[in-house]
């Protein structure tokens, strides 16, 4: 493949590393960077290009894999995390309730969200709902959080947190952006809201990966293998360093600020589509 092309790729992954796991949307941006300007599809194919986006988000499951590598184990009792209180201990159990609902509900909806809710206008719309959301959340969240440990963590909270990562299927309003302000509302700091979400993120996002990959089997091109390499690697690193740094600054600046931008981007989208 051209050099170009290449480049494109990185710049792809350096999006959806950066934006799948932050409170912004990485289908919104996906939709500037790529729908409304590198298209892609031009050059590989609606099919490939499809393809595309499900190998490097990929890459960003393994980044966040590799960075909660020890609690993932731990879940499975392959490894025992220190300083967790006798009977108090986040499991299988918490992930699984917490990924259900929007599981169950996606599944039943798919076609509906994909028909009706999957055009630019909505995806507007979604991402000044959820900033809203997101100010909500960090302004009436209580001042002390009752859970500050993914090891506090009860049933109860895992299943409201689920039911509100719900909103989620709504694109462009951002899973992480959902379920942490959810949290928060609950009495979770925003630090353990943020590492419960990327926790429920492996298995929800592998499983819609591994559904939309063999969906688009025979859309892949050994030709444009180069092309996927690139975006899964660059995907990934760049994933790496985004969780890592959103997690420091999370408990540090809330949620406001990524809300803030939030409704910049909706503007950006607004101003793109109807001007």
């Not at 170009?4 to 950066?18: D, Q, R």
């Not at 590198?38 to 194919?45: E, R, S």
Request: hydrophobic content about 55%; glycine content about 8%.
């Amino acid at each position: 493949m051209e050099i170009i092309e290449l480049l494109k790729a990185l710049l792809l992954g350096f999006v959806e590393g950066m934006t799948e796991f932050a409170p912004v949307s990485s289908t919104g941006h996906m939709i500037i960077v790529d729908d409304l300007w590198l298209q892609t599809k031009d050059f590989l194919g609606q099919g490939s290009a499809n393809t595309f986006k499900v190998v490097i988000q990929l890459g960003s499951i393994l980044a966040v894999v590799f960075i909660f590598w020890k609690r993932l184990l731990s879940l499975v009792g392959l490894h025992k995390m220190e300083g967790t209180a006798p009977g108090r201990r986040f499991n299988l159990a918490h992930v699984f309730i917490g990924i259900l609902p929007a599981g169950v509900l996606g599944l039943l909806f798919e076609d509906v969200i994909d028909t009706y809710l999957f055009t630019i206008e909505w995806v507007i719309v979604s991402l000044f709902v959820g900033a809203i959301f997101m100010i909500i959340a960090d302004k009436f969240g209580p001042k002390k959080p009752s859970v500050t440990t993914l090891d506090e963590m009860t049933y109860g909270k895992a299943l409201k947190v689920g039911l509100i990562q719900c909103l989620s299927l709504w694109p462009g309003f951002s899973r992480s952006g959902a379920t942490i302000s959810g949290g928060v509302l609950l009495g979770l700091d925003h630090k353990t809201a943020a590492d419960f979400t990327f926790i429920m993120a492996v298995p929800i996002m592998f499983g819609a990966s591994a559904v939309s990959l063999i969906s688009n089997m025979e859309e892949i091109n050994m030709s444009h293998l180069g092309f996927y390499v690139v975006g899964f690697v660059s995907a990934f690193v760049f994933a790496l360093i985004s969780i890592k740094f959103f997690l420091k600054l999370i408990a540090r600046i809330k949620l406001t600020p990524f809300a803030i931008y939030r409704m910049v981007l909706a503007a950006v989208l607004a101003f793109i589509v109807f001007l």
